[in-house]
């Protein structure tokens, strides 16, 4: 079965960098668009960062473009989300998701185009 999981969150002081893994199985990586989205609370889920199949195309938020990097390694079936200068309004439980169709040309944040997600991981910007 599908099963994407994440690590790397955490505690940082702001300016600080973090890098977040989502190691994912049970379907053929190298085919599938991923993205990461993140909940703050009392907030609805928004997406961060997204990459294509081909690793051709990236879509950022525009609150982490500049900031933010996402990268896949298809070999490792793994997607990283490399974030710099954290900001307080970057704490939220970041999830990757994997969307629904194989060599998709969408590139973004709908979330009904995406079919699994991962249970989450808590980055906390503080100091």
């Known amino acids: 079965q599908v099963q994407l999981v994440e690590s790397g969150g955490g505690l940082v002081q702001p300016g600080g960098s973090l890098r977040l893994s989502c190691a994912a199985s049970?379907?053929?990586?190298?085919?599938?668009?991923m993205a990461w989205f993140r909940q703050a609370p009392g907030k609805e889920r928004e997406g961060v960062a997204c990459?294509?199949?081909?690793?051709?195309?990236?879509y950022y938020d525009r609150n982490v473009e500049g900031r933010f990097t996402i990268t896949r390694d298809d070999a490792e079936s793994t997607v990283y989300l490399q974030m710099n200068g954290l900001k307080p309004e970057d704490t939220a439980v970041y999830y990757c998701?994997?969307?629904?169709?194989?060599?998709?040309?969408?590139?973004?944040?709908?979330?009904?185009?995406?079919?699994?997600w991962g249970q989450g991981i808590q980055v906390t910007v503080s100091s």
């Open positions: 998701a994997k969307q629904r169709e194989v060599y998709n040309d969408y590139i973004g944040f709908l979330t009904r185009m995406y079919d699994y």
């Open positions: 049970g379907f053929i990586f190298r085919e599938y668009n």
């Open positions: 990459i294509s199949s081909s690793d051709t195309s990236t």
